[in-house]
Protein backbone atom coordinates (compact mmCIF):
# COMPACT_ATOMS: atom_id res chain seq x y z
CA UNK A 1 0.00 0.00 0.00
CA UNK A 2 1.36 3.64 -0.84
CA UNK A 3 2.13 5.61 2.07
CA UNK A 4 2.17 8.77 -0.23
CA UNK A 5 -1.50 8.71 -1.26
CA UNK A 6 -4.68 6.85 0.03
CA UNK A 7 -6.87 6.72 -2.49
CA UNK A 8 -10.45 5.41 -2.15
CA UNK A 9 -12.41 4.24 -5.43
CA UNK A 10 -16.00 4.38 -4.83
CA UNK A 11 -18.87 2.06 -6.87
CA UNK A 12 -22.52 3.21 -6.53
CA UNK A 13 -22.99 6.86 -6.08
CA UNK A 14 -27.07 6.46 -4.34
CA UNK A 15 -27.55 7.86 -0.55
CA UNK A 16 -25.27 5.05 0.71
CA UNK A 17 -22.89 5.79 -0.98
CA UNK A 18 -22.75 9.48 -1.33
CA UNK A 19 -23.61 9.41 2.78
CA UNK A 20 -20.11 7.38 3.08
CA UNK A 21 -18.04 9.69 0.57
CA UNK A 22 -19.52 12.41 2.73
CA UNK A 23 -18.31 11.20 5.46
CA UNK A 24 -15.10 10.60 4.06
CA UNK A 25 -14.68 14.08 3.42
CA UNK A 26 -15.28 15.26 6.78
CA UNK A 27 -13.18 13.03 8.71
CA UNK A 28 -10.58 13.67 6.24
CA UNK A 29 -10.58 9.53 5.43
CA UNK A 30 -8.42 9.61 2.75
CA UNK A 31 -6.89 11.59 0.28
CA UNK A 32 -8.29 11.01 -3.31
CA UNK A 33 -11.97 9.77 -4.14
CA UNK A 34 -13.12 8.94 -7.26
CA UNK A 35 -16.82 8.28 -8.08
CA UNK A 36 -18.15 5.68 -10.15
CA UNK A 37 -21.56 5.12 -11.14
CA UNK A 38 -23.63 4.07 -14.14
CA UNK A 39 -25.30 7.19 -14.22
CA UNK A 40 -21.87 9.27 -15.54
CA UNK A 41 -23.46 12.32 -15.06
CA UNK A 42 -25.08 11.78 -11.37
CA UNK A 43 -21.34 11.03 -10.72
CA UNK A 44 -19.86 14.00 -11.95
CA UNK A 45 -22.42 16.26 -9.97
CA UNK A 46 -22.08 14.78 -6.53
CA UNK A 47 -17.92 15.49 -7.49
CA UNK A 48 -18.73 18.45 -8.14
CA UNK A 49 -21.21 19.26 -4.89
CA UNK A 50 -18.48 17.87 -2.48
CA UNK A 51 -15.92 19.90 -4.39
CA UNK A 52 -17.59 22.76 -3.73
CA UNK A 53 -16.82 22.17 -0.03
CA UNK A 54 -13.50 21.57 0.22
CA UNK A 55 -13.10 25.34 1.06
CA UNK A 56 -14.14 24.40 4.19
CA UNK A 57 -12.60 20.79 4.83
CA UNK A 58 -9.97 20.33 7.43
CA UNK A 59 -8.14 18.27 4.39
CA UNK A 60 -7.58 18.96 0.65
CA UNK A 61 -8.88 15.83 -0.71
CA UNK A 62 -8.72 15.22 -4.86
CA UNK A 63 -12.15 13.72 -5.55
CA UNK A 64 -13.69 13.43 -9.21
CA UNK A 65 -16.12 11.05 -11.57
CA UNK A 66 -13.88 8.68 -12.93
CA UNK A 67 -14.22 5.11 -14.53
CA UNK A 68 -13.08 1.38 -13.63
CA UNK A 69 -9.58 2.04 -14.84
CA UNK A 70 -8.59 4.19 -12.47
CA UNK A 71 -9.40 1.38 -9.77
CA UNK A 72 -6.15 0.04 -10.88
CA UNK A 73 -3.66 2.54 -8.40
CA UNK A 74 -6.73 2.20 -5.52
CA UNK A 75 -5.84 0.99 -2.41
CA UNK A 76 -9.66 0.23 -1.65
CA UNK A 77 -12.87 -0.11 -3.75
CA UNK A 78 -15.94 0.04 -1.99
CA UNK A 79 -18.70 -1.18 -3.27
CA UNK A 80 -22.15 0.73 -2.34
CA UNK A 81 -24.42 -0.10 -5.84
CA UNK A 82 -27.20 -2.34 -6.26
CA UNK A 83 -30.73 -3.10 -7.38
CA UNK A 84 -33.73 -2.70 -4.64
CA UNK A 85 -36.25 -5.52 -4.59
CA UNK A 86 -39.29 -5.36 -6.86
CA UNK A 87 -42.91 -5.58 -5.17
CA UNK A 88 -43.57 -9.63 -5.07
CA UNK A 89 -39.95 -10.54 -5.95
CA UNK A 90 -38.00 -13.31 -3.42
CA UNK A 91 -34.96 -12.70 -1.94
CA UNK A 92 -33.24 -15.08 -4.24
CA UNK A 93 -34.42 -13.43 -7.41
CA UNK A 94 -32.80 -10.24 -5.75
CA UNK A 95 -29.73 -12.05 -4.66
CA UNK A 96 -29.39 -13.14 -8.57
CA UNK A 97 -30.07 -9.67 -9.85
CA UNK A 98 -27.13 -7.97 -7.79
CA UNK A 99 -25.03 -11.07 -8.58
CA UNK A 100 -25.18 -9.88 -11.96
CA UNK A 101 -24.61 -6.44 -10.80
CA UNK A 102 -21.68 -7.24 -9.45
CA UNK A 103 -20.74 -9.30 -12.88
CA UNK A 104 -20.60 -6.25 -14.34
CA UNK A 105 -18.61 -4.09 -11.49
CA UNK A 106 -15.77 -6.92 -10.25
CA UNK A 107 -14.21 -7.43 -13.83
CA UNK A 108 -14.07 -4.64 -14.90
CA UNK A 109 -11.96 -3.57 -11.41
CA UNK A 110 -9.72 -6.48 -11.08
CA UNK A 111 -9.09 -6.21 -15.19
CA UNK A 112 -7.88 -2.50 -14.27
CA UNK A 113 -5.07 -4.22 -12.41
CA UNK A 114 -6.66 -2.80 -9.02
CA UNK A 115 -4.42 -5.25 -6.23
CA UNK A 116 -6.24 -3.71 -3.13
CA UNK A 117 -8.62 -4.27 -0.75
CA UNK A 118 -12.87 -4.72 -1.49
CA UNK A 119 -15.15 -3.32 1.32
CA UNK A 120 -18.74 -4.38 0.29
CA UNK A 121 -21.96 -2.46 1.56
CA UNK A 122 -25.03 -3.65 -0.66
CA UNK A 123 -27.56 -5.72 1.15
CA UNK A 124 -27.38 -8.84 1.66
CA UNK A 125 -24.35 -7.93 2.81
CA UNK A 126 -23.05 -11.05 3.85
CA UNK A 127 -23.55 -12.89 0.38
CA UNK A 128 -22.85 -9.99 -1.95
CA UNK A 129 -19.62 -9.88 0.19
CA UNK A 130 -18.99 -13.78 -0.75
CA UNK A 131 -20.08 -13.37 -4.15
CA UNK A 132 -17.48 -10.43 -4.51
CA UNK A 133 -14.77 -12.56 -3.28
CA UNK A 134 -16.02 -15.87 -5.92
CA UNK A 135 -15.97 -13.58 -8.84
CA UNK A 136 -13.06 -11.57 -7.88
CA UNK A 137 -11.01 -14.68 -7.31
CA UNK A 138 -9.11 -12.26 -4.18
CA UNK A 139 -7.95 -13.94 -0.89
CA UNK A 140 -10.53 -13.52 1.53
CA UNK A 141 -8.69 -11.33 3.65
CA UNK A 142 -8.90 -8.89 1.31
CA UNK A 143 -12.45 -8.80 0.74
CA UNK A 144 -14.93 -7.75 3.60
CA UNK A 145 -17.81 -6.51 4.21
CA UNK A 146 -19.77 -3.85 6.55
CA UNK A 147 -21.69 -6.68 8.49
CA UNK A 148 -22.93 -6.04 11.30
CA UNK A 149 -20.46 -3.16 11.98
CA UNK A 150 -23.08 -0.79 12.18
CA UNK A 151 -25.56 -3.17 13.74
CA UNK A 152 -23.05 -3.34 16.99
CA UNK A 153 -22.56 0.93 16.60
CA UNK A 154 -26.46 0.73 17.31
CA UNK A 155 -25.84 -1.89 19.95
CA UNK A 156 -23.66 0.67 22.02
CA UNK A 157 -25.60 3.24 21.32
CA UNK A 158 -28.93 1.75 22.71
CA UNK A 159 -26.62 0.35 25.82
CA UNK A 160 -25.11 3.58 26.32
CA UNK A 161 -28.24 5.15 26.74
CA UNK A 162 -29.81 3.33 29.24
CA UNK A 163 -26.73 2.84 31.45
CA UNK A 164 -26.08 6.62 30.87
CA UNK A 165 -22.17 5.92 29.81
CA UNK A 166 -20.33 6.77 26.62
CA UNK A 167 -21.26 4.41 23.54
CA UNK A 168 -17.33 4.53 23.48
CA UNK A 169 -16.96 2.48 26.81
CA UNK A 170 -19.61 -0.45 25.86
CA UNK A 171 -17.88 -3.23 24.63
CA UNK A 172 -20.32 -5.82 22.84
CA UNK A 173 -20.90 -6.73 19.31
CA UNK A 174 -23.37 -8.25 17.57
CA UNK A 175 -22.76 -11.17 15.26
CA UNK A 176 -23.73 -13.16 12.35
CA UNK A 177 -26.24 -12.16 9.70
CA UNK A 178 -26.17 -8.73 9.53
CA UNK A 179 -30.68 -9.40 9.08
CA UNK A 180 -32.78 -11.34 11.22
CA UNK A 181 -30.81 -14.19 12.51
CA UNK A 182 -28.21 -11.56 14.18
CA UNK A 183 -27.75 -12.03 17.72
CA UNK A 184 -25.91 -10.57 20.85
CA UNK A 185 -23.55 -12.99 22.83
CA UNK A 186 -24.42 -11.01 25.96
CA UNK A 187 -21.64 -13.28 27.68
CA UNK A 188 -19.34 -11.24 25.84
CA UNK A 189 -20.68 -7.76 26.50
CA UNK A 190 -18.87 -5.57 29.07
CA UNK A 191 -18.89 -1.45 30.29
CA UNK A 192 -15.44 -1.33 30.90
CA UNK A 193 -13.97 -4.13 32.27
CA UNK A 194 -17.39 -4.94 34.16
CA UNK A 195 -19.61 -7.87 32.72
CA UNK A 196 -22.79 -7.05 31.93
CA UNK A 197 -24.71 -9.86 32.75
CA UNK A 198 -22.35 -10.11 36.17
CA UNK A 199 -24.36 -6.51 36.64
CA UNK A 200 -27.47 -8.13 36.03
CA UNK A 201 -26.87 -11.13 38.25
CA UNK A 202 -26.10 -8.90 41.27
CA UNK A 203 -28.84 -6.97 40.77
CA UNK A 204 -30.93 -9.39 40.40
CA UNK A 205 -29.81 -10.81 43.95
CA UNK A 206 -30.43 -7.50 45.50
CA UNK A 207 -34.26 -7.51 44.64
CA UNK A 208 -34.97 -10.87 45.58
CA UNK A 209 -33.15 -9.92 49.20
CA UNK A 210 -34.99 -6.69 49.15
CA UNK A 211 -38.26 -7.26 47.25
CA UNK A 212 -37.88 -4.48 45.26
CA UNK A 213 -38.71 -4.02 41.52
CA UNK A 214 -35.70 -3.17 39.16
CA UNK A 215 -35.45 0.04 37.80
CA UNK A 216 -34.04 1.73 34.74
CA UNK A 217 -31.45 4.23 33.76
CA UNK A 218 -28.61 3.45 35.79
CA UNK A 219 -25.60 1.00 35.75
CA UNK A 220 -27.49 -1.36 38.77
CA UNK A 221 -31.16 -1.50 37.63
CA UNK A 222 -30.23 -3.12 34.13
CA UNK A 223 -32.28 -6.12 34.01
CA UNK A 224 -32.67 -9.52 31.16
CA UNK A 225 -35.42 -8.31 30.09
CA UNK A 226 -34.03 -4.78 29.63
CA UNK A 227 -31.24 -6.73 27.13
CA UNK A 228 -33.26 -8.63 25.29
CA UNK A 229 -35.91 -5.54 24.58
CA UNK A 230 -32.15 -3.67 23.42
CA UNK A 231 -31.28 -6.46 21.14
CA UNK A 232 -35.03 -6.23 19.56
CA UNK A 233 -34.46 -2.83 18.99
CA UNK A 234 -30.95 -3.19 17.69
CA UNK A 235 -32.30 -6.10 14.87
CA UNK A 236 -35.68 -3.72 14.35
CA UNK A 237 -34.10 -0.04 13.80
CA UNK A 238 -33.53 -0.67 9.97
CA UNK A 239 -37.19 -1.34 9.77
CA UNK A 240 -38.11 1.63 11.79
CA UNK A 241 -36.05 4.09 10.26
CA UNK A 242 -37.34 2.46 6.27
CA UNK A 243 -40.66 3.13 7.66
CA UNK A 244 -40.05 6.82 8.57
CA UNK A 245 -37.48 7.88 5.96
CA UNK A 246 -37.55 4.96 3.22
CA UNK A 247 -33.66 4.34 3.79
CA UNK A 248 -30.75 3.78 5.73
CA UNK A 249 -27.44 5.73 4.75
CA UNK A 250 -25.90 7.81 7.55
CA UNK A 251 -25.17 5.47 10.17
CA UNK A 252 -23.68 3.07 7.45
CA UNK A 253 -21.85 5.91 5.70
CA UNK A 254 -20.20 6.68 9.17
CA UNK A 255 -19.55 2.73 9.21
CA UNK A 256 -17.76 2.37 6.02
CA UNK A 257 -15.42 5.43 6.87
CA UNK A 258 -14.53 3.60 10.52
CA UNK A 259 -13.60 0.50 8.32
CA UNK A 260 -11.90 2.64 5.94
CA UNK A 261 -9.65 4.29 8.36
CA UNK A 262 -9.03 1.40 9.89
CA UNK A 263 -7.47 -0.02 6.71
CA UNK A 264 -5.81 3.07 4.98
CA UNK A 265 -4.25 3.52 8.67
CA UNK A 266 -2.76 0.62 9.25
CA UNK A 267 -4.64 0.01 12.77
CA UNK A 268 -5.35 -3.53 13.50
CA UNK A 269 -8.62 -2.17 14.91
CA UNK A 270 -11.37 -5.08 16.58
CA UNK A 271 -14.41 -4.13 14.11
CA UNK A 272 -17.19 -6.42 13.83
CA UNK A 273 -17.25 -6.68 9.86
CA UNK A 274 -18.09 -9.72 7.37
CA UNK A 275 -15.24 -11.94 6.90
CA UNK A 276 -14.80 -15.44 5.86
CA UNK A 277 -14.67 -17.87 8.30
CA UNK A 278 -11.67 -21.01 7.72
CA UNK A 279 -12.92 -23.42 10.97
CA UNK A 280 -13.13 -20.25 12.90
CA UNK A 281 -16.63 -21.18 15.39
CA UNK A 282 -16.62 -24.50 13.85
CA UNK A 283 -17.45 -22.53 10.68
CA UNK A 284 -15.87 -23.23 6.84
CA UNK A 285 -16.32 -20.92 3.59
CA UNK A 286 -19.04 -18.95 4.80
CA UNK A 287 -18.99 -14.88 5.52
CA UNK A 288 -20.87 -13.70 8.51
CA UNK A 289 -20.37 -10.68 10.69
CA UNK A 290 -17.64 -11.30 13.33
CA UNK A 291 -14.97 -9.28 15.25
CA UNK A 292 -12.11 -8.94 13.63
CA UNK A 293 -8.55 -7.18 13.42
CA UNK A 294 -8.95 -4.93 10.82
CA UNK A 295 -5.47 -3.32 9.00
CA UNK A 296 -3.78 -2.72 5.94
CA UNK A 297 -3.82 -5.88 4.51
CA UNK A 298 -7.79 -5.88 5.14
CA UNK A 299 -9.00 -8.79 7.72
CA UNK A 300 -5.59 -9.99 9.68
CA UNK A 301 -7.07 -12.03 11.97
CA UNK A 302 -10.64 -13.43 12.83
CA UNK A 303 -11.31 -13.33 16.70
CA UNK A 304 -12.84 -16.01 18.49
CA UNK A 305 -14.86 -15.02 21.33
CA UNK A 306 -15.88 -17.53 24.22
CA UNK A 307 -19.24 -17.90 23.33
CA UNK A 308 -21.33 -20.25 25.47
CA UNK A 309 -23.39 -23.43 24.04
CA UNK A 310 -26.45 -21.15 23.66
CA UNK A 311 -24.53 -18.48 21.26
CA UNK A 312 -22.72 -20.70 19.42
CA UNK A 313 -25.99 -22.74 18.41
CA UNK A 314 -27.46 -19.22 17.65
CA UNK A 315 -24.56 -18.07 15.38
CA UNK A 316 -24.48 -21.76 13.43
CA UNK A 317 -28.15 -20.98 12.68
CA UNK A 318 -27.34 -17.86 11.55
CA UNK A 319 -24.44 -19.28 9.25
CA UNK A 320 -26.72 -21.80 8.07
CA UNK A 321 -29.19 -18.99 6.84
CA UNK A 322 -26.72 -17.88 5.38
CA UNK A 323 -25.18 -20.89 3.29
CA UNK A 324 -28.90 -21.24 2.24
CA UNK A 325 -29.01 -18.16 0.47
CA UNK A 326 -25.70 -18.23 -1.04
CA UNK A 327 -26.52 -21.61 -2.62
CA UNK A 328 -27.87 -21.14 -6.23
CA UNK A 329 -26.84 -17.64 -6.64
CA UNK A 330 -24.06 -18.31 -8.72
Known sequence: ???????????????????????????????????????????????????????????????????????RDADLVVICAGVAQKPGETRLDLLKRN??????????VTSSGFNGIFLVATNPVDVMTRITCALSGFNPRRVLGSGTALDTARLRYLLGQYLRVDPKNVHAYVMGEHGDSEFVPWSQAMVATQPILKICGERESENRISGE??????????????????????????YQIIDAKQATYYGIGMALTRITR??????????????????????????????????????????????TEEELEMFSSSCRTLQESFEGVL
Open 213 to 238: GVGGGTVSGICRETLQEIAEQVKGAA
Open 99 to 108: AAVFRSIIEP
Open 1 to 71: MRIDKRKVALVGCGMVGMSYAYSLLNQNACDELVLIDVNEKKAMGEAMDLNHGLAFAGLNMEIYAGEYRDC
Open 262 to 307: AVLGDENSVLTVSAMLRGEYGQREVFAGVPCVINGNGVRRVLELNL
